[in-house]
């Protein structure tokens, strides 16, 4: 009977504990994005800023002033600067002050090939890289009488995203031969279905003090941040 009583006793854990809860904080984050939350980071302007909508085409060159045919060297990086999206789709804001204009923006992808996700769980906005960007760490893009130099940048990074960084110097020469000169710097998010990008275009004869570089990458990070809460 007392081994009976022993053979029960070891077999009662023959059918395993049961599995525990997974760990406090594990939850994947939300990473939907939600393009009417844009106007949620225009809490990180500096003070005095003026705000009004973006009406124009939601792509980098644009914002830089390159308007119409571009015409690019190496050629497959003008994508990096016109990432292709959906134009009745875009949401976003322009604000203008003494550091310069800002610009951030959100349009949806344009249709095209799935992406494959790393395995694990599934992520509604998943990365899509535009180009191998090896060839780009500078390049020239030129429309009209507008002509750009661009260079890479280093660009934040964000969960579930590719992100871009450039600098850009872009002259316009006007009727009698005058050049006007803009400076930007510019950071674009790729998130899976939607793609966003902060500028901020600066005026290097400006006797103001202008914003820089890092600023623009924090706003990109706020405005994503926004995007996905």
């Known amino acids: 009977m007392a081994a009976l009583v022993a053979l029960g006793m070891v077999c009662a854990g023959c059918a395993g504990a049961p599995e525990s809860a997974p760990p406090a904080g594990t939850t994947a984050p939300d990473l939907t994005v939600e393009p009417a939350r844009i106007d949620r980071a225009r809490h990180a302007l500096p003070p005095g800023y003026e705000v009004a909508p973006y009406t124009g085409a939601p792509t980098p060159l644009a914002v830089w002033g ?3 045919p571009v015409e690019a060297q190496p050629a497959q990086c003008v994508e990096l600067a016109a990432p292709p999206v959906r134009p009745d789709s875009a949401q976003g804001w322009s604000a203008s002050g003494p550091g310069g204009i800002i610009y951030a923006i959100v349009a949806a992808a344009a249709p095209g090939p799935p992406v494959t996700d790393a395995p694990g769980p599934p992520v509604t906005d998943a ?3 535009p180009v ?5 760490q500078s390049w020239t893009a030129t429309a009209g009488h ?3 130099t661009v260079r890479e940048l280093p ?3 964000l969960e579930a995203a590719h992100t871009v960084g450039m600098a850009t110097a872009a002259t316009t020469v006007v009727e009698g031969g005058t050049e006007t000169r803009a400076d930007a710097d510019t950071f674009v998010a790729h998130l899976g ?3 966003c990008f902060v500028a901020l275009v600066t005026d290097p004869g400006s006797a103001y003090p202008r914003l820089d570089a890092a600023f623009a990458a924090d706003l990109l990070v706020e405005t994503v941040s926004a995007l996905r809460s």
């Open 66 to 68: 390159l308007a119409g």
């Open 127 to 129: 990365p899509g890289p």
């Open 132 to 136: 191998e960007a090896v060839a780009c």
């Open 146 to 148: 507008t002509s750009a």
């Open 155 to 157: 660009a934040p990074a």
């Open 193 to 195: 279905h939607f793609v």
